[in-house]
């Protein structure tokens, strides 16, 4: 592990998952609960070298299911804490993110996504898209960001945080084996003295310091429907109110293009390359990509594309994306040249390659 | 001490832990979660803990507990109250951190937790109530039915040789959790020892020993489909015949 501080800003040459280690550490984050699964290993490698420097705390539990029930247990205390995990991982930790969804607890995973379904790889797919935006049996009430670069995995790990302690929703970081197990370079600081703010944790229970304090009882259980459909209702309420001030996205060159390619997380990077190449070229091309997939830019998808013949939506998942996006614009139809390769990397040689096609 | 009230009639001492707002609790009648809880209530009251304690309680019978007292409270999903407890007494040792739940919770879907929990000798305190039943969900087999028991999914009653032999929790835990754990089985038909039990659990949790894992065989008469009279003849003969009651852990020594 490289050895690097805080102390102003840094440039550094890390792996992903190294990064994300790193950038929970400038969070402010105090202690972390994980499971071993490929190809998050590092950050739990990482945290637990970094945490007796830093004063952090560090658990492995004996499941996904458990590490992600005591890092909500943590958060309850008012302690920021965290989790990462990965495929079939992933699915065992829906458990938790529908009670946090529930009980509205700022909850933050790190999900690094392998191939799926099951066991599947342990190298890289964008396959737990819908599972992260969507999983457990509510309404997905999540905030999930679809990181590209390491800069944006140290940037959007502090930033989720932030979110999920505002916003008091379960909030994802969803990256994928390539980012997790890849070096590049990236800047590395201390948000606090770049003058940003860390939204400040806060206990829900066993608050100690608030004497003579009113006791409360959390429950995710109700009796009658009525109940649960108020409950459900204020939640999504908030989720409306909350979803314009979150969602992100990138956009170049929609305002002339005849036809805007759509990716989200490192498949955008495939993605502007070969907006780089057709637009060198002279093409009227177009590059759109949901830094949230949940809450998804549709409207500003949907605006992006006005003047627009097709759309190119590639991933690396058989039409999880490609859902989002026609879900998103569904006001607006157009035509969708749909480049869905599950499991495998999408190259910039390759969009161009399906960009000429059409 | 209890004072004579109105009338000279002895008022109820209920625990000024309790919360007397949900007073008549949920629980069906004759059932014997409102027995443990109210001697844990107790406990707590003597102890003086209710101001840094959270109490877990689990999906089941366990959750009509989820407003039962006046402290901090989260009812959590099947078997996971466990991990919820872990992961707050990890994130703040000082509270005093209670899982509640019942035999499903704890041998079956989260008996991978409590096992684990042993192993760790996490600093929290485990109760659970055995019913050898799965009360909530309508009778079914639980980890803990009697060989022969006639449950909803056991109509002819258990046959072992399907099933397995009844789940020994306290022996497990004991068995498997380091120096400074305490573990005990209690009875509901036993409340003066029960209490005495819990009380250990509970302050051996403060004095940072070690886990604490209380068992505690309890009556269900409305899936039994008993009477008093069967319902207390079942616990004290029946169970306790294959549930030994007593001490199997002290945080000072391990015993075998």
Avoid at chain 2, 73 to 78: A, G, K, P
Wanted: charged share 20%.
């Amino acid at each position: 592990m490289a050895e690097v501080s805080l102390k102003g800003e840094q440039r550094v040459f890390m792996t992903g998952n190294e990064v994300v280690a790193w950038a929970a550490v400038a969070a402010k984050v105090d202690i972390m609960y994980g499971y071993p699964i490929t190809p998050q290993n590092e950050i739990m490698h990482y945290w637990t070298r970094l945490a007796p420097k830093y004063g952090k705390k560090f658990l492995q539990t004996e499941d996904e299911i458990s590490a992600g029930f005591t890092t909500l247990g943590g958060i309850l205390t008012g302690r920021k804490a965290f989790t990462a995990t990965a495929g079939p991982g992933n699915v065992l930790m829906q458990e938790s993110a529908g009670m946090a969804e529930m009980m509205r607890i700022p909850v933050v995973y790190v999900i690094q996504q392998r191939g799926g379904p099951s066991t599947a790889t342990v190298i890289y797919a964008q396959q737990e898209t819908t599972l992260t935006a969507f999983g457990g049996n509510g309404e997905g009430h999540r905030i999930v960001y679809s990181t590209a670069t390491h800069q944006e995995l140290f940037d959007y790990t502090i930033k989720a945080f932030n979110s999920a302690w505002t916003y008091r929703f379960p909030t994802f970081l969803l990256g994928d084996g390539y980012q997790a197990k890849m070096r590049e370079p990236l800047t590395i600081y201390d948000p606090e003295e770049k003058g940003m703010k860390l939204v400040p944790a806060e206990a829900t229970v066993g608050d100690m310091a608030e004497s003579g304090r009113s006791f409360r009882h959390l429950r995710n259980t109700y009796n009658t429907e009525d109940e649960l459909y108020e409950v459900v209702m204020a939640n999504q309420r908030d989720w409306d109110a909350m979803a314009p001030k979150v969602v992100e996205w990138e956009e170049k060159g929609c305002e002339d293009a005849d036809v805007i390619i759509v990716s989200h997380g490192i498949v955008s990077r495939a993605a502007l390359g070969a907006y780089n190449q057709l637009r060198a070229e002279g093409k009227k091309v177009g590059y759109f990509r949901p830094i949230t997939i949940r809450p998804f830019p549709g409207e500003q998808l949907t605006k992006a594309m006005k003047g627009a013949k097709k759309l190119l939506v590639a991933e690396s998942a058989y039409g999880q994306l490609l859902k989002m996006v026609q879900n998103g614009t569904y006001d607006n139809a157009i035509e969708i040249a749909p480049m869905l390769r599950p499991g495998v990397g999408i190259t910039t040689e390759e969009i161009v390659q399906e960009y000429n096609k059409l | 001490m209890q004072e004579l009230k109105e009338n000279n009639v002895l008022q109820p001492a209920m625990p000024t832990s309790w919360n007397e707002e949900t007073k008549p609790h949920k629980f069906c009648p004759g059932c014997g979660h409102g027995m443990i809880l109210k001697v844990l209530g107790e406990v707590i009251d003597e102890l003086g803990i209710k101001d840094k304690m959270v109490f877990g309680c689990d999906i089941g019978c366990s959750l009509l507990s989820w407003d039962f007292f006046a402290l901090d409270t989260v009812q959590t999903h099947h078997g996971r109250t466990t991990p919820v407890i872990t992961g707050m007494k990890r994130a703040k040792p000082e509270i005093v951190g209670v899982a509640y739940m019942g035999d499903g919770g704890g041998y079956a879907i989260g008996s991978q937790h409590l096992f684990n929990a042993a192993v760790r000798n996490e600093k929290i305190t485990i109760i659970l109530c055995n019913n050898c039943n799965y009360g909530m969900t309508g009778g079914q087999m639980a980890p803990t039915t009697l060989p022969g028991m006639k449950t909803e999914t056991t109509p002819y009653g258990r046959d072992v040789e399907q099933t397995g032999y009844p789940t020994k929790g306290p022996e497990m835990v004991a068995a498997v959790a380091p120096e400074g754990a305490y573990v005990a089985r209690g009875t509901v038909a036993n409340l003066r020892q029960l209490k005495g039990y819990l009380k250990k659990a509970l302050e051996n949790q403060i004095a940072g020993n070690g886990i604490s894992f209380v068992e505690c065989l309890s009556g269900c008469p409305t899936n039994w489909r008993t009477n008093a009279k069967q319902t207390w003849e079942f616990i004290e003969k029946d169970m306790a015949q294959y549930f030994k009651v007593g001490e199997l852990r002290t945080p000072q020594k391990k015993e075998g």
